[in-house]
């Protein structure tokens, strides 16, 4: 049934949406002359991999910087990527994924390698589930670049206040998943984008629905600061990204990003 939906659900958001997509490939593609995709490599179900669609929100070769959580006002991102960021609207791509099989309308959020080795036994149990275009976390964490904005280090910031909550949300979607609660989750994603207040007090609703741990629930309701915690199945906060995560920024990339700082150029 969960397939079934998918196909349904891709097919028909494909061929109502083709002129908007359309209309937004045209804009990336206008902004720097170059593609208006991005099919970066993610996970897939049972740790093979899968090339993601998606709209290009960064500057070309952005990838080869090393920096794989972006933070708002990342230089890579484009003034166009700005837009569709914000609006999410880069991710509508991804129903071609979902169409092959790749994705589902909602799981967990597909991960690159790099980040996925460093999963614990526990989260390591996300990648039995196929990863989808939205879930918990996405309502959650809408504002993820603006959380780790102004970071010296946004990939260690996210693995000690985003990743551990994050995990936890998957992890507990995956106890309760069944095809009542997905069409749950895409209505308050799609709630997100009129009241996102609305929408996380429905993720919490849901939470206690499950008997989910009261923590989790408080950190779901974004009321307070995020508090830096353990990854499911850890023992310590993360203190450290290990630098073999993280491949050297090539030159060309080096000189980009310092021009960037200095103020001369706008992605």
């Not at 208006?36 to 899968?50: D, I, K």
């Not at 700005?82 to 799981?107: F, I």
């Not at 508090?227 to 290990?242: D, E, K, L, N, S």
Request: hydrophobic share 45%; charged share 20%.
């Amino acid at each position: 049934m969960k397939r079934a939906c998918d196909l349904a659900g891709s097919l028909a958001g494909l061929v109502l949406l083709a002129p908007l997509l359309a209309v937004l490939a045209a804009a990336v593609w206008i902004e720097d002359r170059h593609s208006p995709w991005f099919r970066g490599l993610r996970l897939a179900r049972g740790g093979g991999e899968f090339r993601m669609l998606k709209f290009r929100t960064m500057v070309p070769d952005a990838c080869k910087t090393g920096v794989n959580s972006t933070a708002s006002g990342d230089w890579r991102i484009t003034r166009v990527g700005q837009l569709l960021r914000r609006t999410k609207l880069d991710e509508l791509p991804q129903l071609w994924n979902v169409l092959r099989g790749d994705m589902s309308l909602v799981g967990p959020r597909p991960q690159v390698a790099t980040d996925a080795a460093l999963y614990t036994p526990l989260e390591r149990r996300m990648l039995e589930a196929r990863p989808g275009i939205t879930d918990l976390a996405s309502i959650v964490f809408a504002d993820e670049g603006d959380i780790l904005g102004g970071s010296n280090d946004p990939d260690l910031l996210y693995n000690q206040i985003i990743r551990p909550w994050k995990s936890r949300l998957a992890l507990t979607w995956q106890a309760h998943t069944s095809l009542l609660w997905d069409l749950a989750i895409i209505g308050w994603t799609v709630v997100a984008a009129v009241s996102r207040d609305r929408a996380l007090a429905g993720v919490a609703a849901l939470l206690k629905t499950w008997n989910a741990d009261p923590m989790l629930i408080r950190m779901a309701r974004r009321r307070e600061p995020l508090v830096a915690w353990p990854p499911p199945g850890g023992a310590q906060i993360v203190t450290a990204y290990p630098r073999q995560a993280r491949p050297e920024m090539p030159p060309d990339i080096q000189e980009l990003a310092g021009q960037a700082g200095s103020g001369t150029v706008r992605p």
